[in-house]
């Protein structure tokens, strides 16, 4: 490796603030766009398939964050040490953290294919459809062995390079349905095979842009030495409980809906789901720029980019909190214009209270992820799992309808939002003593 690119590396590390805003606003936009794509397709859906259909069609497509488990926690890592390595200069280190973090998701792709092989023919209504959910899972299965390489563009601090490619699963699939001939019927199976080719598409795309990139060699994953893979499976254990948390937070809403309640409300759960989640993946963009920020300055020790970032984060998520907030007195009239669904406001108030508490919980738990300090959040996540069933169980059994699954979710977040913030601002503060002391050695 030249001087001059171990130069650059180190140049890129120390991009000072402004460079996260930028990415940030540039990440926002195409959030936009993919937005208004996915509003868009919903009320294609809708037109070709109905509330029931389109409830069904939600309930399949969910496969994804399924499946998004079987790395073990190995993903976050991955993006953890390419970023510190990559600020640091050492593409020694990076190149093996990406062939190390190939062989685990090669074998995790391999696991995640064989249990759907075991899941599609046997549980429902996977079974009713075992076609498309076939080739939804395949595709999805496919996408998640490519993933790796949107962790290695995050990690490098190409955002804007990432935020752009990710329009291209939506984008192809809106423009499908709008073309689709009107008055012909889509088939599920049709549906399955074209939706599952874009996902394909875009994690190609990603995979050659990454590996363009890295500007470096990486021996091919079999390569790897179990002295590699252990740093990250260890590091992948603690990460575990906290994805196992978000799933049963965020995944399993339209699985339990669609059996409890029918196609019908799964259709508007979706709906105000896409509505309101809007606030909290726009916020999610800005927390994964932030995580390579933070470990960045983590790596050089660099304590007012640290508090910086933490005081900008609290102040964002407030005004995020405000503008979901507002947007539930108009929610009704929003959803059924955004998704050409009409959900009740007295339903969507339930998504607003979730969101709130989960983007003030990623406000502080992403100091604890990026330091690795993961103790605290871990036991707090995996509280949450019983609490989360529990409530909506409780809720579902009383008639609630609906609105249960968030207001489960809100209650299950409230432990990690705790937690995460009590060990947040004392992992911030004790960065302070550590950089005076640094400051003071001659």
Not at 24 to 31: A, D, L, M, N, R
Not at 45 to 71: C, E, H, K
């Amino acid at each position: 490796m030249t001087r001059a690119l171990v130069a650059r590396l180190g140049a890129f590390g120390r991009r000072p603030n402004v460079g996260m805003v930028a990415s940030t606003g540039f990440s926002v936009g195409t959030k936009a766009v993919q937005a208004i794509a996915a509003f868009a397709t919903v009320h294609r859906l809708v037109q070709l398939w109905d509330l029931s259909g389109y409830g069904l069609w939600v309930t399949l497509t969910a496969f994804a964050l399924y499946i998004s488990l079987f790395d073990l926690g190995v993903g976050y890592g991955v993006k953890n040490r390419i970023s510190e390595a990559w600020g640091r200069g050492d593409v020694t280190e990076a190149a093996g953290v990406v062939r190390a973090g190939g062989a685990v998701y090669v074998l995790a792709s391999l696991a995640a294919l064989a249990s759907g092989l075991l899941v599609v023919p046997l549980v429902a209504p996977f079974k009713h459809h075992v076609v498309a959910a076939g080739l939804l899972w395949a595709a999805c299965v496919i996408s998640f062995l490519l993933s790796l390489n949107s962790l290695v563009l995050a990690a490098l601090g190409r955002f804007k390079t990432l935020a752009l490619l990710s329009l291209v699963a939506p984008c192809s699939w809106f423009c499908i349905l709008q073309a689709w001939p009107r008055g012909s019927a889509l088939g599920l199976e049709t549906a399955a095979a074209i939706y599952g080719s874009t996902m394909i598409l875009q994690a190609v795309v990603i995979t050659v842009t990454a590996r363009r990139a890295l500007g470096f060699r990486v021996d091919a994953w079999f390569r790897t030495t179990l002295a590699e893979l252990m740093p990250l499976l260890r590091t992948g254990a603690k990460f575990l409980a906290l994805q196992m948390a978000t799933f049963a937070l965020n995944g399993c809403g339209s699985f339990i809906v669609y059996r409890a309640l029918g196609g019908v409300e799964t259709a508007q759960y979706d709906a105000a789901n896409k509505v309101f989640s809007v606030f909290t993946i726009a916020f999610s963009t800005l927390i994964a720029i932030a995580w390579t920020e933070i470990s960045r300055a983590k790596a050089a020790s660099d304590y007012a980019r640290i508090a910086g970032v933490h005081r900008l984060l609290h102040l964002l998520a407030l005004a995020f909190v405000a503008a979901a907030s507002l947007a539930c007195w108009f929610s009704e009239p929003l959803t059924k214009a955004l998704t050409g669904i009409r959900v009740p406001s007295s339903s969507t108030a339930a998504f607003v209270v979730f969101i709130a508490l989960q983007i003030l919980a990623f406000t502080s738990a992403v100091f604890l992820n990026a330091f690795e300090r993961l103790r605290g959040q871990i036991i707090a996540a995996i509280v949450s799992i019983p609490v989360f069933f529990g409530v909506a169980q409780l809720l579902l059994s009383r008639g609630v309808g609906m609105p249960s699954l968030p207001l489960a979710s809100a209650c299950a977040m409230l432990p990690s939002l705790v937690v995460c913030f009590v060990i947040a601002r004392r992992l911030v503060a004790s960065t302070r003593p550590a950089a005076d002391a640094g400051r003071a050695r001659p």
